[in-house]
T-cell receptor, first 117, second 110 residues
Framework: DTEVTQTPKHLVMGMTNKKSLKCEQH?????MYWYKQKAKKPPELMFV???????INESVPSRFSPECPNSSLLNLHLHALQPEDSALYLC????????????????FGPGTRLLVL | GENVEQHPSTLSVQEGDSAVIKCTYS??????FPWYKQELGKGPQLIID?????GEKKDQRIAVTLNKTAKHFSLHITETQPEDSAVYFC?????????FGKGTRLHILP
């Protein structure tokens, strides 16, 4: 099973709402990632978790709050977002445990398309 | 800083013909070069990758070549089919980062 699942598929929220995006994988991977992708652009890395610990935060605004409850789950909590945060949010996972995780194959989920009004 | 240039941004080829997408990277620390295909409404999916200890890798109709000296790598798709229509991203991985190219939108014409 090489599947990464994400819920919800679509999300519309107002600037005062609080919502969460969820990601799950059952490949036994120990590294999980959040990316943001705007239309016609490549994915931009937001956060990396390694063995359930936050290892990389690419200077993402605090209105995005990641959480890794266990090795299979990754959440992204959203609060007080801006319209420019509207994008496709992608989760990915890789095996983990190597000294340079970037050298590992990453498996992406289908993404959550977020619209902030 | 690290940079990956990808060309062309759009490519239209007749069904059955070959398609070639080229990428160059700036940081010689990169040792792993994945290629991702992204169809409309889906997340990127790895289609092939190459590590710096080999110069070429092939998987059925897809091949990737790597020239570390020149810092460029290319994706070759032969006998293109309608289902090859998608956006393709190359990537380089210097140190603990993954740097994507800007993508190539491939159209397969009937």
């Amino acid at each position: 099973d090489t599947e990464v699942t994400q819920t919800p598929k679509h999300l519309v929220m107002g600037m005062t709402n609080k919502k969460s995006l969820k990601c799950e994988q059952h490949m036994g991977h120990r590294a999980m990632y959040w990316y943001k992708q705007k239309a016609k652009k490549p994915p931009e890395l937001m956060f990396v978790y390694s063995y359930e610990k936050l290892s990389i935060n690419e200077s993402v605004p605090s209105r995005f709050s990641p959480e890794c409850p266990n090795s299979s789950l990754l959440n992204l909590h959203l609060h007080a977002l801006q319209p420019e945060d509207s994008a496709l949010y992608l989760c990915a996972s890789s095996q983990g445990g190597t000294s340079e995780m970037s050298q590992e194959t990453q498996y992406f989920g289908p993404g959550t398309r977020l619209l902030v009004l | 800083g690290e940079n990956v240039e990808q060309h062309p941004s759009t490519l239209s080829v007749q069904e059955g013909d070959s398609a070639v997408i080229k990428c160059t990277y700036s940081d010689s620390a990169s040792n792993y070069f994945p290629w991702y295909k992204q169809e409309l409404g889906k997340g990127p999916q790895l289609i092939i990758d190459i590590r710096s200890n080999v110069g070429e890798k092939k998987d059925q109709r897809i091949a990737v070549t790597l020239n570390k000296t020149a810092k460029h790598f290319s994706l070759h798709i032969t006998e293109t089919q309608p289902e090859d229509s998608a956006v393709y991203f190359c990537a380089a991985t210097p140190y603990d980062k993954i740097i994507f190219g800007k993508g190539t939108r491939l159209h397969i014409l009937p």
